[in-house]
């Protein structure tokens, strides 16, 4: 049946056409996407992993090409299988890791691939940035400290001192949602909750591209992209490949945001001291406020919400930790997850159950690849602190579980500390956020009640809800977030039996970084 007869006939019946939204998200290690109908359900998602290229020692990249092919894979599953006709598809929204710096060429073909948070090239250009912009002054209009990876404006910087070629052909630095807008769209932009990750955005004032600051750092400030809120229609799809599948010609595709943003929204954290964890590759604890008072020690940014911002403590290598783990030590238990049809995580945490409260002595630093909030060092690496003879694998895991725990907590008082307020329980979302063991350690350590929200996959919906407020289904972010029901899939009540040794490893947690710092310039 053709649209057109479809129309006429739900027209004559007096049917109402009921509209679908459509949401990607581009995470470290997969693509997932969803789709929800109007009144916020989840009717269709799919997942599609892949693995980030270190091509060199601390280089980060993802392949735009493996982002794509999993965008499509995730389609044709969905669309081609699933229950939704892609003819209701009403817009679409898109949601990314932050940041993934994308060189762009005039067409919008992908000069360079995205190089993400995590990536430690760009080091000596973040020590430029600080030097001809003084840290002071950079935090003062940014509300962020500089970092190699962390702030792409050193990614940028790094292009254009190590690949002159690339720089002079760049129409235009995007990050991901740029780089996906331009396929679908043909037009070029970013978001602000995206450039307040870039060294280059008055994230407190204008809420615009900086032109001294660009200045300053040697970047072409007519290489940044034009500028939009996160629920603004980009443009009509032009892309043929979506449009084979089915999706009308012409549909609305919103720029979205960050994932952590998104996900926010999706989590229904859109007011003043609203909290929430999310819990991946990266583990981020997420205030919001509706004043921009910021802490050197936090990441902050726009939110998706207008009229909002997002202080974020974010610990990079949470999950990338304890996966590291599995890859490296545990492919026993990865085996017997294959023949038990059990995942290989689960399989560990149910080992580090079986080490006592304290892991046995032994204290994680989880700065695997450098860390953003709370030390900003590209130079941070990771620590087992405390080991001895008596020490297993399972103390280990634990080890990497209560380092989460010690992590979330610091931000959490920094947070409290800023803002006055006095946090005793917060929502949880994410793939790792399911392990009731890990759930409850976090609990035990941070000293909250945490409830674990039962959609793990809470980006690609904020996006999807965002897409919505672009089309006028929804009246703002706020509305479209009040469509959400979140049912609560495990509360977590906080056991306090295990304060005191908690509290002992914590402040060796706290005082291990400041005592090895001078040591890790070394390594």
Known sequence: MNRDLRLCLDLRWGKRMKKYLLGLDVGTSSLKTAIID??????????????PMSLHPGW?????????????????????????????IA????????????????????????????????????????RSVGEEHLFFITANRCMSGAMSGTSMLWIRNHCPEIYEKTRYFGHINTMLGVRLTGNFAM???????????????????????????????????????????????????????????????????????????AAGIVSNGDVCESVGTTNVLTICVD????SPS????????????????????????????????????????GELDEDAFDLMTKAASLSRAGANGVVFLPYMMGERSPVWDSDARGVFFGMSLNTNRRDLIRAILEATGYGTRQLKEIAEDLTGLRIRRFSSLGGGARSRVWSQIKANIIGVDIDVLDVSDMAPVGAALLAGVGIGLY???????????????????CDHSDDAVYAKRYQAYKQLYPRLKDLYQYC
């Open 291 to 294: 004043q921009p008072n910021f």
């Open 38 to 51: 109007e009144d916020g359900h989840v009717v269709s998602k799919s997942a599609r992993g892949y693995e």
């Open 475 to 493: 009246k703002d972010a706020v509305d479209a977030a009040s469509h959400v029901e979140r049912k609560v899939y495990r509360k977590v009540v």
């Open 191 to 265: 978001d602000r909750s995206n450039a307040s990750y870039t060294s280059m955005f008055e994230t407190r004032g204008s809420l615009e591209w900086s032109r001294d600051l660009a200045q300053k750092i040697g970047i072409d400030f007519d290489k940044l992209p034009p500028l939009m809120n996160s629920d603004e229609v980009l443009g009509g799809l032009v892309n043929q490949e979506f449009i084979a599948m089915g999706i009308p010609a012409g549909t609305p595709v919103v720029i979205g945001g960050g994932d952590t943003a998104c996900a926010s929204l």
């Open 91 to 130: 817009g679409i929204g898109i949601s990314c890791l932050c940041p993934g710096l994308v060189a762009l060429g005039a067409e919008g073909e992908v000069l360079h691939d995205p190089i993400i948070y995590s990536d430690r090239r760009s080091a000596e250009e973040a020590d430029a940035i600080k």
């Open 298 to 337: 936090n990441i902050n940014r726009c939110h998706v919400v207008r009229g909002k911002w997002i202080y974020q403590g974010a610990m990079s290598h949470a999950g990338g930790s304890l996966r590291w783990f599995r890859d490296e030590f545990c492919q026993d238990l990865v085996k017997a997850g």
């Open 60 to 88: 980060q990249e993802i392949s735009a090409e493996s982002i794509w092919a999993a965008v499509i894979w995730n389609l044709k599953k969905m669309l081609l299988e699933g229950p939704v006709d892609p003819e209701r």
